[in-house]
């Protein structure tokens, strides 16, 4: 997952991204609204925390603009301004969340993951029936009636995102993109892997999948029900 925090304060936005990427995300920062919004044009992220009094463009009209551009990107609003006046307008251009300074980061955390888990592609989905073969993801196991086995965290993800779009082909670095941050440690070749394993979980015989495709040069599909 990958995060970008926009905030004047160079040393509030630092602070901000070494305590996320600690849990794991890739993150970028901006100290202006114009910056952030360069960025955003040029890459792609899973979240934005924004801060709104900024010397430049202020994150009221950063967000305004994303959202004018029809760009959904889920935005968390981090501001010193409290009112009900502030949050409504916020919210009322599409921020996904408003947290107001000072703030605990903890909190920020659990509010960040909150949105991402309402936003993620195939969130959603609660379970997903492949074949003979049943996906729980709160439970986190996987496999046909009595014989269920562990799901793991990423191979929950990529089932999820697979699922999003069945049908779809996923190439290697938009999973990446989309699950880890392409930024992140993980390679392709980690990507391969978790299919591997997911195929040894769904597919009767893994060596010839019938559910979770190969397409050659360009990544990987799901099929739930390809007769």
Known sequence: MKLLVVDDEKAMANAIRDNFEYEGYSVDCAYGGQQ????LLKGKYNLVVLDVMMPDIDGFMVLSTL????DNTPVIFLTARSTEADKLRGLGLGADDYVVKPFSI?????RVKAVLNRTTPGSHIETLQIGDVLADFSKLTIGPPRE????GRYEADILRLLASEPGRVFSRDEIL????GMEAFPSNRTIDNYIVKLRQKIER??????HL???Y???YKLVCNPD
């Open 67 to 70: 959202r004018e551009s029809n």
């Open 36 to 39: 952030a919004l360069d960025r």
């Open 106 to 110: 903890l909190e920020l955390v659990a």
């Open 213 to 215: 495709l190969s397409i």
């Open 205 to 210: 015989d893994p060596k010839a999948p019938r």
């Open 177 to 180: 993109d989309r699950i880890w």
């Open 148 to 151: 269920e086995s562990g799901l």
């Open 217 to 219: 040069g360009k990544g």
